[in-house]
Each structure stands twice: as C-alpha cells, then as structure tokens.
Nanobody
Framework: QVQLVESGGGLVQAGGSLRLSCAAS????????MGWFRQAPGKEREFVAC????????YYADSVKGRFTISRDNAKKTVYLQMNRLKSEDTAVYYCAADPHPVYSGDAKLRADEYIYWGQGTQVTVSS
C-alpha cells in the first residue's frame, strides 16, 4: 500500500508561483512513476505532468509546458510540482498519483487510469 499526501496549495494571484509537494510512503519509491493531475469544477480530471522513477524522463501537458516543472527527491520520497506564471485557468484541485509497476526504468505514464495510488488532492486557486 502506498500513501500519498499533497501539500502546498493555496490562493495566489495570476502571474504568481506555488510549489506543490507530494510525500509518499512505500519502500520502492525510487522505482515508482509519479504524476500530477488536476480537476477543475465541472471538468474531467486531466494530466498535468509525470516523471519516471529516476527523474530523467518527464512529460508535460501542453497547457503547462514552460511554466510548470515536475521533480522528485527519492531520498525524501517526495515529488514536487513547481508552478510559475500561474493563470486563472490553472485553478483546480491538484492530485498526486503513483504507478508502482513501471514497465521499464524510464516509464512515465500520462493516463490517469494507469496510476494505482492517489492522494487526497490540494486546492490551487488563481485569482485574476
């Protein structure tokens, strides 16, 4: 069983920055693919970013590319999402997810249904 706890959400003005953290349990964290997803009111959950176990491979949604950065610290069992130049359309609940069964070392998945474990979410509100 893997537990994920997100933190770092809050209210920020457009153009500002926030850093989300996701602390994980699990002895093999360094092998897990990790992802960030978000869900705005009335919308489906959408992919934001993902990272392979080693941290070498990352992918981003086009809507956040160049503004958001995903990273991880395997010694701390934590994955981060640095969000810069925030826009009102970034307002959503942000979820961290873990894939404990990557197919290969550079595996980083983009689909929500490929992740097994999820955090409770953290609210990000960007005021314009």
């Amino acid at each position: 069983q893997v537990q994920l706890v997100e933190s770092g959400g809050g209210l920020v003005q457009a153009g500002g920055s926030l850093r989300l953290s996701c602390a994980a349990s699990g002895r093999a964290f360094s092998t897990y693919g990790m992802g960030w997803f978000r869900q705005a009111p009335g919308k489906e959950r959408e992919f934001v970013a993902c990272i392979s176990g080693s941290g070498v491979i990352t992918y981003y949604a086009d809507s956040v590319k160049g503004r958001f950065t995903i990273s991880r610290d395997n010694a701390k069992k934590t994955v981060y999402l640095q969000m810069n130049r925030l826009k009102s359309e970034d307002t959503a609940v942000y979820y961290c997810a873990a894939d404990p069964h990557p197919v290969y070392s550079g595996d980083a998945k983009l689909r929500a249904d490929e992740y097994i474990y999820w955090g409770q979410g953290t609210q990000v509100t960007v005021s314009s």
